[in-house]
Nanobody, 116 residues
Framework: QVQLVESGGGLVQPGGSLTLSCAASGFTFSTYAMSWYRQAPGKEREFVAYITNSGRNTNIKDSVKGRFTISRDNAKNTVYLRMNSLKPEDTAVYYC?????????WGQGTQVTVSS
């Protein structure tokens, strides 16, 4: 079955960096685009970043453009989110997502807290 497992979250000071990973299994990873979303307390889940199956094309939410980078390693079945210059407003649970065959799959999420 499809599994997405995020890791790499934690507590970081403003201006710091984190790299999130999402390990995928149960499907042919290199065939599908992947996305990252986040959900802050009391807010709806929102799009953060998207990467095509080959990794050649990406799309980043405007408010994090220039600070966040999405990438993938198809040999490792893993998609990454590199986050630099983190701000308190980046605090959220971060989820990876894949859509295939009319179904949407989510990981369990990883908490990112930006605070001094």
């Amino acid at each position: 079955q499809v599994q997405l497992v995020e890791s790499g979250g934690g507590l970081v000071q403003p201006g710091g960096s984190l790299t999130l990973s999402c390990a995928a299994s149960g499907f042919t990873f290199s065939t599908y685009a992947m996305s990252w979303y986040r959900q802050a307390p009391g807010k709806e889940r929102e799009f953060v970043a998207y990467i095509t199956n080959s990794g050649r094309n990406t799309n980043i939410k405007d408010s994090v453009k220039g600070r966040f980078t999405i990438s993938r390693d198809n040999a490792k079945n893993t998609v990454y989110l590199r986050m630099n210059s983190l701000k308190p407003e980046d605090t959220a649970v971060y989820y990876c997502k894949s859509s295939m065959g009319g179904n949407t799959y989510w990981g369990q999420g990883t908490q990112v807290t930006v605070s001094s």
